[in-house]
């Protein structure tokens, strides 16, 4: 399974960005993905997740209303579209990949992106 992660860049608050996830190696129907971040100094947290198959998401409180996963199953890719940017949201940012059930634990998942960065300026 390779994950490939794009889309990051430097922002201002206020700003959107819009990640992708490019997922190969397998089909990923019945699988639970998700996207992580990382802020320097700071450990791994959840942002939000999609089970693949029925689409069904999950999200972090702090991203609510904010930030959207949605996915294109086409060309098994996932996407995080991220509005209304906060300095707060400066962070690496990792899609990973389960074949579980809904975590929000980053140890839980599989297979990982190598990471975007995400820079938001105040």
């Known amino acids: 399974v390779q994950l490939q992660a794009s889309g990051g860049g430097l922002v201002q608050a206020g700003g959107s960005l819009k990640l992708s996830c490019r997922a190969s190696g397998r089909t990923f129907i019945g699988y639970h993905m998700a996207w992580f971040r990382q802020a320097p100094g700071k450990e791994r947290e959840f942002v939000a997740s999609?089970?693949?198959?029925?689409?069904?998401?999950y999200y972090a409180d702090s991203v609510k209303g904010r930030f959207t996963i949605s996915r294109n199953n086409a060309n098994y890719t996932l996407y995080l579209q991220m509005n209304n940017l906060k300095p707060d949201d400066t962070a690496v940012y990792y899609c990973a990949t389960q074949g579980g059930t809904y975590s929000s634990t980053p140890s839980e998942y599989d297979y990982w992106g190598q990471g975007t960065q995400v820079t938001v300026s105040s």
């Open positions: 999609m089970i693949w198959r029925n689409r069904r998401t």
